[in-house]
């Protein structure tokens, strides 16, 4: 049987793993990418300590975190695409202002 602990670490290193995507990539889809991971590090976490206090709550809220993902996850690639089409470029530096007029 898998412990508690070795889920606990598995989410921290999720979210870690996450948290140095955000801060190190320039590219916005990898940066997404890595908020979605640290969001399923979170929900990992929940449903890992939900389990060991056999409460239903926490995974009650990430069955609705992950809903919420989804559909956010949609937007946000349709603005991905947006932001692609107008600069053609995915990289951070670029969007620096969000005006239209502006061309670079």
Same mark, same amino acid.
């Given at each position: 049987? %898998? ?24 590219? %916005? ?5 890595? +908020? =979605? ?23 009650? +809220? ?9 559909? =956010? ?20 530096? +670029? ?6 007029? =502006?061309?670079?």
């Amino acid at each position: 049987m %898998i412990s508690l602990t070795s889920y606990a670490f598995v989410s921290m290193m999720l979210f870690s793993i996450g948290v140095i995507g955000v801060v190190s990539r320039r590219n %916005i889809f990898v940066i997404y990418m890595s +908020i =979605e991971l640290m969001l399923n590090g979170v929900n990992l976490f929940l449903v890992t300590f939900a389990r060991y206090h056999f409460n239903m709550d926490p995974q009650v +809220i990430t069955i609705m975190v992950i809903s919420i993902a989804a559909a =956010e996850a949609a937007i946000f690639l349709s603005v991905i695409i947006l932001l692609y089409r107008s600069r053609k470029s995915l990289d951070t530096d +670029i969007f620096t202002t969000l005006t239209q007029g =502006e061309k670079s």
